[in-house]
T-cell receptor, first 116, second 109 residues
Framework: ETGVTQTPRHLVMGMTNKKSLKCEQH?????MYWYKQSAKKPLELMFV???????ENNSVPSRFSPECPNSSHLFLHLHTLQPEDSALYLC???????????????FGEGSRLTVL | GQNIDQPTEMTATEGAIVQINCTYQ??????LFWYQQHAGEAPTFLSY??LDGLEEKGRFSSFLSRSKGYSYLLLKELQMKDSASYLC??????????WGAGTKLIIKP
């Protein structure tokens, strides 16, 4: 148990569906992240929120839409995805100030997404 | 470009010692992390090095040489539960985390 909970753990969706991934952290952190993990590839940072403000968007396609309603919750809204978007989506949190990374990350177990 | 290199896969025997190497070329350096990730689980923090030298933490040690752009993770007295992927990540001058693709470690009895 890392203090970061992701739901659902597994998701299968068609290319025309709309779904959302949810992340909740119970650690009192003020930075939250979405990462994409594909087999045998480095983790890809997608979005970063510091104090609920988006501070990083690494050229992610608009079919991925993040939402951070408060410092404990983070969502990733998905629509009209492509098969190549199939991957493990990891949420993480950290105690951070203005820097993107000043300490270790605490990861959730991920949401395994399959796009048919 | 920025790059982190680590072996894709390694195999070792229970009770033995294994060293997982990580070399990096990044724009600046503000520290290096090692994370462990068991299959289907969250990556978890193992170590953080920002100064040269060896940091020991139980059966696990992490070494850093900034001049050589090199780190290694040393695992002693290997146990079956050490079978996992080990991720190396470097914090660059912009405080961005640059990740390696991970090393899958297989422990055999």
């Amino acid at each position: 148990e890392t203090g970061v909970t992701q739901t659902p753990r597994h998701l299968v969706m068609g290319m025309t569906n709309k779904k959302s991934l949810k992340c909740e952290q119970h650690l009192g952190h003020n930075a939250m992240y979405w990462y994409k993990q594909s087999a045998k590839k480095p983790l890809e940072l997608m979005f970063v929120y510091n104090f609920k403000e988006q501070t990083e968007n690494n050229s992610v396609p608009s079919r991925f839409s993040p939402e951070c309603p408060n410092s404990s919750h983070l969502f990733l809204h998905l629509h009209t995805l492509q098969p190549e978007d199939s991957a493990l989506y990891l949420c993480a949190s950290s105690q951070a100030g203005t820097e993107i990374v000043t300490g270790e990350l605490f990861f959730g177990e991920g949401s395994r997404l399959t796009v048919l | 470009g920025q790059n982190i290199d680590q072996p894709t896969e390694m195999t070792a025997t229970e009770g033995a010692i294994v060293q997982i190497n990580c070399t990096y070329q990044t724009s600046g350096f503000n520290g290096l992390f090692w994370y462990q990730q068991h299959a289907g689980e969250a990556p978890t923090f193992l170590s953080y090095n920002v100064l040269d030298g060896l940091e020991e933490k139980g059966r696990f040690s992490s070494f850093l040489s900034r001049s050589k752009g090199y780190s290694y993770l040393l695992l002693k007295e290997l146990q079956m539960k050490d079978s996992a992927s080990y991720l190396c990540a470097v914090v660059d001058s912009n405080y961005q985390l640059i990740w390696g693709a991970g090393t899958k470690l297989i422990i055999k009895p």
